[in-house]
């Protein structure tokens, strides 16, 4: 199996992440185990190639909206890994989200040292603050991707997230300028926001595409993040995440009490194709992936339908042949 770092900037190769939420710190070790397990063993059983586990970080963030479901202190995800890790026997590779506001340049050093000779852990996405109305005592995102690239050389491979929402008025301020700049300082992929509607997305990758075409670079891989809901519950807590869920996508979805689930698959189904069709009627050249998510645990048995059919959607997408996991060839004859 050829490294991670190398399928993510080949932008001919699929690259599939499955988003897990790790334990919360009062798990026992046995309920670790088999919850590590669980996971092994759905991913195992999906007809798509998962290509890396995704594992964010989960701080107690504060809104304005109160939580619709409560927080729970999560297990170190550097240690839920290292338990994946043991399950998986080194088949799927792991990436670990790390905040980079929250503590100075020193302790960063000290996360990652340990993150590099303790866990074993090289693949990283850098995340920043909730709102950049706060001062943190940490450094910005692009500043740790220069720091980390400085003193780790390419020790580490680090991408990014990017909300497709988060447009400006000015220029350098908006999210395609971010993400050319944070491509320059070093991160090599972004991971998108859930998406529940495509006009964002479309805006972002078209804009994005264009200034790395005027500036003469390559584009990074952007994995589109999709996620199931199976209740109003659910759709309040995206929403409260900072998602876009258009009015109208909430009333497909609510219009039975039943169902929610399977209208939210289908709804995402249409989504990335909608997004697929658009990059390739507009000459888009900007690399995608897709990254799944169950974002909360009573969605996991969903996720795995989310995983195998929106995959099959970007396998088609990207030439392979789902049952086989192999690039189409296509020969004509003569």
């Not at 740790?144 to 301020?173: E, W």
Request: glycine share 4%; charged share 30%.
């Amino acid at each position: 199996m050829s490294r991670l770092r190398d399928k993510i900037v080949d932008e001919k190769k699929p690259v599939v992440f499955y988003e897990v939420i790790p334990p919360t710190r009062e798990t026992d070790p046995d309920t670790a185990k088999a919850y590590a397990e669980c996971t092994v063993e759905m991913i195992d059983s999906t007809s798509i190639s998962i290509d890396a586990i995704n594992l964010p970080e989960i701080r107690a963030e504060r809104r304005s909206a109160e939580r619709t479901h409560a927080y729970e202190p999560k297990t170190d995800q550097r240690q839920f890994a290292c338990e994946l890790r043991s399950q998986f026997s080194n088949k799927v590779d792991l990436v670990v989200n790390h905040c980079t506001v929250y503590e100075d340049w020193e302790e960063q050093q000290q996360w990652l040292k340990e993150t590099e000779q303790a866990y074993k852990i090289d693949h990283l996405v850098l995340v920043g603050g909730e709102t950049s109305k706060v001062k943190y005592p940490g450094p910005s995102v692009t500043e740790m991707a220069q720091s980390v690239n400085y003193a780790y050389g390419d020790t580490f491979f680090c991408g990014g997230v990017t909300i497709p929402t988060r447009r400006h008025s000015d220029p350098l301020k908006d999210e395609p300028h971010r993400l050319f700049k944070k491509g320059q300082h070093g991160l090599e992929f972004f991971t998108s926001q859930v998406l529940y509607e495509t006009e964002s997305i479309q805006g972002l990758l078209k804009s994005y595409d264009q200034l790395c075409h005027e500036n003469n670079e390559k584009p990074k891989r952007i994995f589109l993040s999709f996620a199931p809901v199976s209740s109003k519950k659910d759709i309040t807590f995206l929403r409260w995440l900072g998602v876009e869920v258009p009015k109208d996508v909430e009333k497909q979805l609510m219009k039975a009490n039943i169902g929610v689930g399977w209208r939210s698959l289908q709804e995402s189904k249409k989504l990335l194709e909608n997004i697929l069709n658009f990059l390739s009627d507009e000459n888009i050249q900007v690399p995608l992936a897709l990254n799944v998510e169950h974002i909360t645990r009573h969605n996991f048995e969903l996720s795995k339908e989310f995983i195998e059919q929106l995959g099959s959607i970007y396998y088609d997408y990207m030439g392979i042949d789902a049952s086989t996991k192999q690039v189409q060839v296509v020969t004509e004859s003569v």
